[in-house]
């Protein structure tokens, strides 16, 4: 049974509650405060499932057989009594003691409630090797929280421990949400759903050049199934460089998107999926709330319900007035609302980062090589969890290429490679907190950033010139001897040069007239900022 509070008994379609909730589409979560899609009385009172206290809902109970296969489902309002509170942190610990065989503290402090406990693990344990047979992606990536101190600045920034009372948290949430996308589709009523289509074409030729770059394939052809993805991430897991290899496929997924039409959510590997769980922060879940009370409440034959005798019917038109162009400018708004809510979490975080690495401008951390542009390197700290900025003209000095597919920076002239995933070590330099910008500078040179070419370089071999360079610089030449004047240069120039470039040399060849530090895209050849 998955019971979520019945938000769509309290907000009624066109009030005043309702506009507001539906211009903010979400609540927006920041460190240490949070900015609620509804009104706290609601949010944290009469929709909050507090101990001791009955509280409306709207139930999701389902049959899950052996093989974690849900084999039958129906939805019912109802009258929740909570009678205790458990934590994340409670339920990982019981679990723990279970499969370490240690039976105290938690398991000796909720024994009433052991056997409860202990056959939900069981079920989430059917309902994750579904989920890996099913071939869902899971991508493992690191969250972050911060600990302020008692003047309200960053103390502290930890890593959040993913446990497995959250794995079975959400894999009920899971297999409730989908049940609902079925429900909703075979009731043929318009519903939003929450869709998530497979990487474009170019994404995809992207991703597999990078891959091939480390002698990894990606299965599935030109249409790539999310157990080919699955694939990949089990093969790579143990490997130094995973946690590049897993940021650069995420990169590669295309974002989800509530529309009402149903196309499946390719990451979770599911046909069919809405969001059911979260009406309280979200507004696409309140619409779905509506819904399924609308074919409760209905005299329509539906099956998958259970109706309360004597509970008075509610006509479409006052709890689910939505048509399908209604939904599908529903789904668009609150696509970008949620964007804008990530945007804004973003925006503050960035910023109280910036302002705890003031204090520690001159400093030097360990990073990683976190992603690669035209115009830099961003550098992630290991300890910290802080993203800033290596400047293309903070490189060593040389001409760079950018070769985006292969997520990497290429020194023209010594063969130099700066490639996502190096581990680097960084000094802060400059910290803008206006513009939430860090800039590092190279404390050391990584191990892995010389190439081949840069050690024929040091032995004073010949560096290699681009055909098109060598006829810039035999023009050039040319024009020189029929001017019988000597000029500075011959047509090429790096990032280490100085003084001014004419305009002549400026065209004569890739990097001349530019100041250390330009780089260009892959292929093309032509310096940019």
């Known amino acids: 049974i998955v019971a979520i509070a019945d938000v769509s008994h309290y907000v009624k379609p066109g009030s005043a509650l309702d506009k507001q909730a539906f211009e903010r589409g979400n609540s927006v979560y920041f460190p240490n405060h949070v900015v609620p899609m509804l009104p706290e009385k609601l949010s944290n009172g009469l929709c909050s499932l507090n101990p001791k206290e009955d509280r409306l809902c709207m139930v999701c109970e389902m049959q899950i057989n052996a093989e974690g296969d849900v084999t039958k489902y129906q939805f019912y309002e109802a009258v929740m009594y909570s009678h205790a509170r458990l934590t994340y942190t409670q339920v990982a610990q019981i679990i723990e003691e279970k499969n370490s ?20 693990y069981n079920l989430y344990s059917r309902l994750n090797k579904r989920r890996n047979e099913r071939g869902a992606i899971d991508f493992d990536t690191q969250e972050t929280r911060i600990l302020f101190d008692g003047q309200r600045k960053i103390s502290q920034i930890i890593p959040v421990k993913r446990t497995e009372a959250h794995r079975l948290i959400e894999e009920c949430m899971l297999a409730a949400n989908v049940c609902t996308a079925q429900f909703l589709e075979k009731s043929k009523l318009p519903a939003l759903y929450r869709v998530h289509e497979g990487p474009s074409e170019e994404r995809l030729s992207s991703l597999r050049d990078f891959l091939g770059e480390l002698g990894i394939g990606l299965g599935g052809g030109d249409d790539p199934q999310p157990e080919d993805y699955q694939r990949v991430l089990r093969s790579v897991a143990q490997r ?44 696409s879940d309140l619409l779905v709330h509506r819904a399924i009370r609308h074919l409760i409440r ?18 479409r038109d006052n709890i689910y007035p939505y048509e ?48 690669v542009t035209g115009f830099g390197l961003f550098v992630m700290l290991n300890d910290l969890y802080v993203e800033g900025l290596i400047h293309v003209t903070g490189l060593p000095k040389d001409y760079y ?31 803008n907190l206006d513009e939430r910008k860090i800039d590092f500078e190279l404390a050391e040179q990584p191990k892995s950033s010389t190439s081949p070419a840069a050690k024929k370089s040091a032995k004073g071999a010949k560096v290699k010139v681009s055909s098109k360079a060598k006829e810039l610089a035999r023009e050039l030449e040319t024009q020189r001897k029929s001017k019988g004047k000597k000029k500075k240069g011959s047509g090429r120039s790096d990032t280490a040069g100085k003084g ?3 305009k002549r040399r400026r065209n004569a060849a890739p990097g001349s007239g530019k100041k250390r530090g330009t780089s260009s ?8 900022r």
């Open 101 to 120: 065989g240690d039976s105290s503290n938690a398991r000796d402090q909720f024994s009433a409630i052991l056997p409860h406990i202990d056959a939900l």
């Open 298 to 315: 209905s005299n329509k034959k539906v099956a998958g319900v259970v109706r309360v005798k004597g509970a008075a019917e509610l006509a």
């Open 401 to 431: 290429y950018h070769e985006a597919s292969q997520h990497r920076m290429v020194g023209e002239r010594t063969g130099r490679v700066f490639r996502l995933g190096d581990k680097v070590k960084v000094r802060v330099v400059r910290v």
């Open 240 to 283: 130094d460089d995973a946690s590049v290899i897993q940021s650069v496929m995420l990169r590669s997924m295309s974002q989800a998107v509530y529309q009402s039409e149903n196309l499946g959510h390719f990451g979770l590997a599911f046909d069919a999926y809405t969001h059911f769980t979260s009406p309280i922060r979200r507004y």
């Open 521 to 528: 895209s892959a292929g093309k050849k032509k310096p940019s």
């Open 500 to 502: 001014k470039s004419s």
């Open 324 to 371: 399908l162009p209604r939904l599908d400018e529903t789904g668009s708004h609150l696509s970008v609302t949620e964007r804008r809510a990530d945007e804004a979490t973003r925006d503050v975080v960035n910023w109280l980062k910036c302002e705890y690495l003031m204090d520690h401008v001159g400093e030097e951390y360990s990073g990683v090589v976190s992603a």
